[in-house]
Every structure is written in structure tokens, then in C-alpha cells.
T-cell receptor
Framework: GENVEQHPSTLSVQEGDSAVIKCTYS??????FPWYKQELGKGPQLIID?????GEKKDQRIAVTLNKTAKHFSLHITETQPEDSAVYFC??????????FGKGTRLHILP | GAGVSQTPSNKVTEKGKYVELRCDPI?????LYWYRQSLGQGPEFLIY????????DSGLPNDRFFAVRPEGSVSTLKIQRTERGDSAVYLC?????????????FGPGTRLTVL
């Protein structure tokens, strides 16, 4: 089955700097890649997603890139703010089926 | 403007007991998902419903786990003969219809602790 690897597990960046989280997936049939943000005591919330026919997508300070050949995808957050502190999960789905999550990255925004 | 709600928020039980966890999806959402999240891990898929029927239960770890959604709305996850390894946060999500590209809205989860 699909396996999603995510790194780093923890990331600290200075407020205003950029943060990058990287993921790899194993099954070349995966065609949908969502990213979730989870705050303490809450369920994950979708923040951005990308389909396999697109290489990059941007939404304000957040962007995702996808390299299908290498089976890599990444989340970029620019101009980080204190409210960006949370756990971020990448995920992949094969043929619009169930979603497989990575293990998460705990992002700390330092003042 | 209710989101997905889950009850109870916390459940402490003893090894060997039976527990039921409830999920109330967003009104009108036909698809409902259950996940399990262990400490420091991402959510792990358990089962999902399209309407009343379980469309995919391949993530249920064994036959002690069972879920129902009799009227296509509220769902109950049932765990028999609980074990310490069942301790985790159980998350429920719903979406307008099935299919990974349809945004799943998650509830806050039920934290299950098996002593």
C-alpha cells in the first residue's frame, strides 16, 4: 500500500522567515496530495491541496510543489507568523481513495 | 454553524471493557470517516461510510472494532474487549460526498485511554 514519509519531524523558524516541509510517497498511482494543519486539541484542517496533473499551487503565503518523477511534494510557508505554529501533515491518496497521512511536522515560530 | 462533533471528548476505561464513540457529521454530508491518531503520529484510516453502508473498512485493525451508521448520519465506533494498545485519539471526519478530493472536515476527536 501507499507509504508517506515526512520530514523534518520538528522545525523551528524565526517569525517572518520561510518554512519548508518535505514529503515523499511510494505509490506512483497516487494522484491527490492534501496538506493539513492540526492545532492542539483539534482535528486536522485542510489548508491546501494539489492534484497530480499540476506542479505547483499557491494560496497567499502557502505554496505546494509536486515532483511526480521523484515522488516528492513540499509545503512552503512564507513570512511566517506566530499563528502558523502547529503540526502539519502531508498526505496522499491513490485514485481518489482513502487518504494516507505522514507522521507530521511540529512547526515552531520563534518571536 | 455546527461542525463535526464527537462524544465523549475523553473516555477512560479498563482493559477488557466495551466502549462506544459517537460522531455527529455536518448536516448533509453523505460520507463519514473514522481515523485513529496515536501520539506523535498522523491519523490512520480505519473505515469510511457512504450513506449507511461501509464503503471501505480495510483499516479496522481486527474484529474487535466495528462501526455503524444506521440512518446515514450519526456514526458509532464500537470497540470490544479493549486493550491498552487501543489508547489513542479517535477522529471522525465528514465530507459532502465520498472521494479523497472532497474536503474532509474533522471533529476534535475522542481521547480513549485504556488502563
Amino acid at each position: 500500500g501507499e507509504n508517506v514519509e515526512q520530514h523534518p519531524s520538528t522545525l523551528s523558524v524565526q517569525e517572518g522567515d520561510s518554512a519548508v516541509i518535505k514529503c515523499t510517497y511510494s505509490d506512483s498511482a497516487s494522484n491527490y496530495f492534501p496538506w493539513y494543519k492540526q492545532e492542539l486539541g483539534k482535528g486536522p484542517q485542510l489548508i491546501i491541496d494539489i492534484r497530480s496533473n499540476v506542479g505547483e499551487k499557491k494560496d497567499q503565503r502557502i505554496a505546494v510543489t509536486l515532483n511526480k518523477t521523484a515522488k516528492h511534494f513540499s509545503l512552503h510557508i512564507t513570512e511566517t507568523q506566530p499563528e502558523d505554529s502547529a503540526v502539519y501533515f502531508c498526505a496522499a491518496s491513490i485514485r481518489d481513495d482513502k487518504i494516507i497521512f505522514g507522521k507530521g511536522t511540529r512547526l515552531h515560530i520563534l518571536p | 454553524g455546527a461542525g463535526v462533533s464527537q462524544t465523549p471528548s475523553n473516555k477512560v476505561t479498563e482493559k477488557g471493557k466495551y466502549v462506544e464513540l459517537r460522531c455527529d457529521p455536518i448536516s448533509g454530508h453523505t460520507a463519514l470517516y473514522w481515523y485513529r491518531q496515536s501520539l506523535g503520529q498522523g491519523p490512520e484510516f480505519l473505515i469510511y461510510f457512504q450513506g449507511t453502508g461501509a464503503a471501505d473498512d480495510s483499516g479496522l485493525p481486527n474484529d474487535r472494532f466495528f462501526a455503524v451508521r444506521p440512518e446515514g448520519s450519526v456514526s458509532t465506533l464500537k470497540i470490544q474487549r479493549t486493550e491498552r494498545g487501543d489508547s489513542a485519539v479517535y477522529l471522525c471526519a465528514s465530507s459532502l460526498m465520498a472521494g479523497a478530493v472532497n474536503e474532509q472536515f474533522f471533529g476534535p476527536g475522542t481521547r480513549l485511554t485504556v488502563l
